[in-house]
C-alpha cells in the first residue's frame, strides 16, 4: 500500500515557477515508478511525467519538454515536479502517482495509487 500526499501548489504568474512535492508512505517506496499527471476544467486528466524506480529514465509529455523537470529522492520517499516558465495553459489540478510500471509505460496506464491533488494556477 502507497499513500500520496501533494503539496506546492499555488497561484503564479506567466512565466513563473514552481515545485511540486510528492511525499510517499511505505516501505517499499523506492520500487515504484512515479508519475505526475494533471486535469484542467473540463477536460481528461493527462499525462506529464514520470520518473522510474532508480530515477534513471524519465518520461515528458511533449507540452511540457523542456520546461518542467520530474526528480525522485528515495531516501526521503518523495518525487518532485519542478515547473519553469508557466504558461496559463499548465492551469489544472496536478496528481502525484504510483505504479510497478515502467516509466515509458505510466503514459498509457491507469496508475494504482493517487494523490489528491494540488491545484496550479497560472494567471497571463
Known amino acids: 500500500q502507497v499513500q500520496l500526499v501533494e503539496s506546492g501548489g499555488g497561484l503564479v504568474q506567466a512565466g513563473g515557477s514552481l515545485r511540486l512535492s510528492c511525499a510517499a508512505s511505505?516501505?517499499?517506496?523506492?520500487?515504484?515508478?512515479m508519475g505526475w499527471f494533471r486535469q484542467a476544467p473540463g477536460k481528461e486528466r493527462e499525462f506529464v511525467a514520470s520518473?522510474?524506480?532508480?530515477?534513471?529514465?524519465?518520461y515528458y509529455a511533449d507540452s511540457v519538454k523542456g520546461r518542467f523537470t520530474i526528480s525522485k529522492v528515495n531516501a526521503k520517499n518523495t518525487v518532485y515536479l519542478q515547473m519553469n516558465s508557466l504558461k496559463p495553459e499548465d492551469t489544472a489540478v496536478y496528481y502525484c502517482?504510483?505504479?510497478?510500471?515502467?516509466?515509458?509505460?505510466?503514459?498509457?496506464?491507469?496508475?494504482?495509487?493517487w494523490g489528491q491533488g494540488t491545484q496550479v494556477t497560472v494567471s497571463s
Open positions: 520518473i522510474n524506480w532508480s530515477g534513471s529514465s524519465t
Open positions: 502517482a504510483a505504479d510497478l510500471s515502467t516509466a515509458q509505460a505510466m503514459g498509457v496506464i491507469l496508475p494504482r495509487y
Open positions: 511505505g516501505r517499499t517506496f523506492s520500487s515504484y515508478t
